[in-house]
């Protein structure tokens, strides 16, 4: 059973859900990046998500776009990612798993992407643009070293191409509230419990929603159909306000964020 696997049936038994936040690597800094990740999972994170910068996002709102920009301004090197993470992995309760493009993987080389991401203590990939008809190879990889290979499920997916994708998934399925990008949203697509209990219906592989999560109604709602919520432009977009606050207080404001949806997500 893998560390992520793990999680899952801990949080089953206890009749809780998931909460992963997601950060940038390198915005502002890797050594805030560390800080963040550590004070994510010591407040309640179950998995953390890092996203590994790269300079053509496909599904990334103008929040985490600008994020990335800026760390790829600071000339932030995959290598330098994984040294922090392997520093980091360590102090953490929470798995730690990227959200990469497979050009990041192919260019660094598929197997030496996962041995020296298991080496740094990363317990899984999603890689938004990997298509599960391309995925074979790549995930028989991860499934020899038990790593995770997370795959996403969105609003236009067709029915039989999410049963693939839920049959080739491990550790859990993204699935994505929107047909969009990234970003903070006041209201979620009305149809969304219905096509998540669907899937629900269709798997035991746990079920995590993304994309445009960002306030306690939320997750009171899809902690209904959903396995886990995922958070990332709301948090990245806190950790911008470095420079006009202290890393500390950003910090620890976004602590006491997660701490809110936590609390609302198992209430």
């Known amino acids: 059973m893998s560390s992520i696997d793990q999680v899952f049936a801990d949080l089953r038994a206890q009749n809780r859900k998931a909460f992963i936040p997601f950060v940038t690597a390198g915005d502002p800094s890797l050594d805030v990046t560390s800080a963040a990740l550590k004070e994510l999972s010591k407040r309640g994170g179950s998995v953390c998500e890092l996203g590994i910068p790269y300079s053509d996002p496909i599904a990334d709102g103008p929040v985490i776009q600008a994020s990335y920009t800026r760390a790829l301004q600071r000339k932030i090197k995959l290598s330098q990612i994984l040294e922090m993470a392997g520093k980091t992995t360590p102090e953490m309760s929470a798995p730690l798993v990227t959200m990469v493009s497979y050009a990041i993987i192919h260019r660094h080389g598929t197997e030496q992407y996962i041995q020296d991401a298991k080496a740094a203590g990363i317990a899984g990939a999603i890689v938004p643009d990997l298509l599960v008809e391309e995925s074979g190879d790549f ?9 995770s290979l997370i795959q996403l499920v969105t609003p236009t997916t067709s029915r039989e191409r999410a049963m693939r994708i839920a ?101």
């Open 139 to 147: 995930a028989k990889i991860c499934q020899a070293n038990d790593f």
């Open 167 to 267: 049959e080739t998934s491990t550790g859990f399925i993204y699935y994505v509230s929107v047909a969009g990008i990234t970003g903070e949203r006041t209201q979620l697509p009305p149809d969304l419990l219905d096509n998540v209990s669907w899937l629900r219906s269709q798997t035991k592989v746990p079920i995590c929603i993304g994309f445009g999560i960002s306030q306690p109604e939320h997750v009171r709602t899809l902690k209904k159909v959903a396995d886990g919520v995922i958070v990332g432009s709301a948090i990245v977009r806190r950790m911008g306000e470095i420079g006009e606050k202290s890393e500390e207080q950003v910090i620890d404001e976004i602590g006491d964020y997660a701490e809110t949806l936590i609390e609302a997500l198992n209430e």
